[in-house]
């Protein structure tokens, strides 16, 4: 089975931190993504990446980096961590395949507060 | 209007009913509509897709799209309490997904 990993379930940070969140997988899927999930608005796309050194922007990048420098593992920053960016982190990724439609696999997420 | 719209509920149910899920969207070039199940404090996890208009189904499930009407449902048979989770739809081109923002359902024993 694929897996998604994400290196921490619970964060606490202090407003202006620099904030580092990690997601690797494990079945070298081309495809990764960062998702933040609030009650309410449901998974909104932060960035996303079909290969090692590309990204794109989703629908709310603003106050947020990303890099992936191998193709397992693809990091979210917080440049300047705010009290608003306090949310459950996903990291997903997928196969890209021209038929076949495996989906996303998820990790657990990293619940962010920020302080 | 939204991309994707669910009610959010809380929906409850009793042991064994039949549950109802929809969900609508409005890009109509979406041609795979994916159902994933999140447990609380989970990811979310892929249950079952379907490919353009038409019925799956998959043991207690069965998904249904209809996409004159842009519309997508998700029927559980006989309800457990371990059915107890938020269902997202993700309809989508194949490489790209939209998510809904879940319907929390809740079986009671």
């Known amino acids: 089975d694929v897996k998604v990993t994400q290196s921490s379930r619970y964060l606490v940070k202090r407003t202006g931190e620099k904030v580092f969140l990690e997601c690797v997988q494990d079945m070298d899927h081309e495809n990764m993504f960062w998702y933040r999930q609030d009650p309410g608005l449901g998974l909104r796309l932060i960035y996303f990446s079909y290969d090692v050194k590309m990204k794109e922007k989703g629908d709310i990048p603003e106050g947020y980096s990303v890099s992936r420098e191998k193709k397992e593992r693809f990091s979210l920053i917080l440049e300047s961590a705010s009290t608003n960016q306090t949310s459950m982190y996903l990291c997903?990724?997928?196969?890209?395949?021209?038929?076949?439609?495996?989906?996303?696999?998820f990790g657990s997420g990293t619940r962010l507060t920020v302080v | 209007q939204k991309e994707v719209e669910q009610d959010p509920g809380p929906l409850s149910v009793p042991e064994g009913a039949i549950v109802s899920l929809n969900c609508t969207y409005s890009n109509s070039a979406f041609q795979y509509f994916m159902w994933y199940r999140q447990y609380s404090r989970k990811g979310p996890e892929l249950l079952m897709y379907?490919?353009?208009?038409g019925n799956k189904e998959d043991g207690r499930f069965t998904a249904q799209v209809d996409k004159s009407s842009k519309y997508i449902s998700l029927f559980i048979r006989d309800s457990q309490p371990s059915d107890s989770a938020t269902y997202l739809c993700a309809p989508g081109d194949g490489q790209n997904f939209v998510f809904g923002p879940g319907t929390r359902l809740s079986v009671l024993p």
């Open positions: 379907t490919y353009s208009s």
């Open positions: 997903a990724s997928s196969l890209r395949s021209e038929g076949w439609v495996e989906g996303y696999t």
